[in-house]
C-alpha cells in the first residue's frame, strides 16, 4: 500500500469544549505532492498491533501523532462536526458489529446441532434403568434439546432482526416521500444501538451454549466452536462497549420525533400481533407479545421521565437492563412473525420436506414466547421498581485494594 490516510479526531485549539468542539481531520502516512506524488513521511507511526482476546491479527493499533512535533491533518468537512461525520461510518460498523457476532451464533448453533446428532453418550431417559439399552445420540436428551432450541430460538430471531433493520435503512432511501424517509432513518437510529449491544452479547451467549453441547472435547481447539466463542467476545466490546449503547439508547434514542419513533416501533409490533391473532394456534404467543410490548411501552415513558429528573443517575444505572428488554421483545416478535408465515405456509399446502421446517419455527417461537419472554417482564418489573443502589453504594463499599 502506497499511502495511508487515517481519520482522525481532533479539537482545533479555542474550540469548544466536549465533542461540540471536535473536528474530524485526514492524516496521511505520507505528505502528497501537489503533482499527485508521494512526499516526505507525515509524524505518524504505528507504535504495535493490539492482541485482543481471542485475535492475534488485529486491524486495530496504537499510533503515535507529532512525537516530533511535525504532524500535519487536514480538515475533512465542517469545522466542530467531527462527530458527527463519523457517527455515519460509526452507525454503519454497529450494524457490521451485531452482523458479525450473529454469524458467530449462528455458525456455532449449526455445528453443535449436529454434533448433538452424531455423539452417542447415554441412555435415553426413558430407559435410564435398563443397563442394557443401547447408547443414543445426545439430540435425544432433554436439556441437551433445550440448550439447542434455546440457541436456535436466539439465532433465528435476530437474523430477522437484522434484516428488519436493513430493511429500515432501504425505506429511508428510498420511500416515496420525505416524511416516511425520515421516519424509516429515525427508526434505523433508534434501533441501531440494540442490534449491535443485543446481537454482541447474545451472540456471544450462544457460543459458550454450543461449547456446552461439545462438552469437554469443545473445550478445545480441535473444534472451530471453541475459537469462535473466542472471537466472538470482541463484538461486545468493538465501536463502543455495552454502556454506551444503553447511554445512546436511553439519551438519544427513544425521544427521536418526541417519542414518535418509538410508538411508531411498538405499532409494527402490534400489527404482527394482530395477525398472528386470527390464527387461532397462535393466539395464546400473541397474547403474550401484545402484553409484553404493552408492558415496554409504560416502562420506557417511566424511565424516560425519570431520565429527566433529579434521579438521572438511577435511571442511566438501569439503561442497559432496558436495552436487553427491547431485544428480548423484538426477538419475541420476529419469532411471531416467522411463526405467523410458517402457519399461513402449513395451512395453503406445503412440500413435504418443509413441513418440518415451518413446523419447527412455530416450536421456536413457542419455547421462547413461553420460557424468555417471562423473564424479560421480570426484568421490567426490576426496571419499574427503579433501584438506586448502584449509585447509593459508596466507593468504598464495592471492596477491592
Known amino acids: 500500500m502506497e499511502n495511508i490516510i487515517h481519520p482522525v479526531l481532533a479539537r482545533i485549539e479555542g474550540d469548544a469544549p466536549g465533542t461540540r468542539g471536535i473536528s474530524l481531520f485526514i492524516v496521511p502516512k505520507y505528505h502528497v505532492n501537489e503533482d499527485g506524488s508521494l512526499g516526505e ?42 462527530m458527527n461525520i463519523m457517527f455515519n461510518m460509526i452507525n454503519g460498523a454497529r450494524m457490521s458489529i451485531g452482523l458479525q457476532a450473529l454469524s458467530y451464533a449462528s455458525a456455532s448453533y449449526m455445528l453443535a ?18 443397563h442394557g439399552a443401547p447408547s443414543v445420540a445426545i439430540i435425544k436428551h432433554p436439556d441437551v434439546r433445550r440448550n439447542l432450541l434455546w440457541m436456535k430460538s436466539y439465532v433465528e430471531g435476530m437474523r430477522s432482526f437484522f434484516y428488519f433493520l436493513i430493511k429500515c435503512g432501504t425505506d429511508a432511501a428510498a420511500a416515496d416521500t420525505p416524511e416516511k424517509r425520515a421516519l424509516h432513518a429515525d427508526l434505523f437510529s433508534l434501533l441501531t444501538p440494540v442490534v449491535k449491544d443485543y446481537h454482541a452479547v447474545k451472540g456471544y451467549d450462544v457460543c ?14 480441535d473444534y472451530a466452536v471453541e475459537q469462535y466463542a473466542r472471537d466472538c467476545k470482541v463484538t461486545t466490546i468493538y465501536e463502543g462497549c455495552s454502556g454506551i449503547q444503553a447511554m445512546d439508547l436511553l439519551a438519544r434514542k ?4 418526541k417519542g414518535a419513533v418509538f410508538m411508531h416501533f411498538l405499532g409494527e409490533i402490534q400489527k404482527t400481533v394482530a395477525v398472528a391473532k386470527k390464527i387461532q394456534t397462535l393466539q395464546g404467543l400473541a397474547g403474550k407479545v ?4 404493552n408492558r415496554l411501552g ?11 429528573s433529579a434521579d438521572f443517575k438511577v435511571a442511566f444505572a438501569h439503561s442497559l437492563p432496558f436495552l436487553f428488554v427491547m431485544g428480548d421483545i423484538i426477538m419475541a ?19 413435504k420436506k418443509e413441513i418440518a421446517f415451518y413446523e419447527g419455527q412455530i416450536k421456536t417461537a413457542e419455547f421462547f414466547i413461553d420460557t ?9 418489573n426490576a426496571i419499574e421498581g427503579g433501584s438506586p443502589a448502584a449509585m447509593e453504594i459508596s466507593d468504598a463499599g464495592f471492596g477491592g485494594l
Open 298 to 308: 409504560e416502562i420506557t415513558m417511566q424511565i424516560g421521565k425519570m431520565a429527566m
Open 372 to 380: 424468555e419472554l417471562p423473564v424479560t417482564l421480570g426484568k421490567m
Open 41 to 82: 513521511r507525515n509524524d505518524i507511526v504505528c507504535t504495535g498491533v493490539e492482541e485482543k482476546h481471542g485475535i492475534h491479527g488485529s486491524a486495530t493499533c496504537s499510533m503515535a501523532l507529532g512525537s516530533k512535533g511535525e504532524c500535519i491533518g487536514y480538515l475533512l468537512g465542517e469545522r466542530c462536526r467531527g
Open 333 to 351: 416478535w420476529m419469532l411471531l412473525w416467522r411463526a405467523t408465515t410458517a402457519a399461513e405456509k402449513l395451512a395453503a399446502g406445503t412440500r
Open 290 to 293: 401484545e402484553t409484553a410490548a
Open 254 to 257: 427513544i425521544g427521536l420525533q
Open 208 to 221: 459458550i451454549q454450543a461449547l456446552q453441547v461439545f462438552g469437554g472435547a469443545g473445550y478445545t481447539q
Open 113 to 130: 446441532v449436529n454434533y448433538a446428532r452424531e455423539r452417542i453418550q447415554g441412555r435415553d431417559l426413558a430407559d435410564f434403568k435398563d
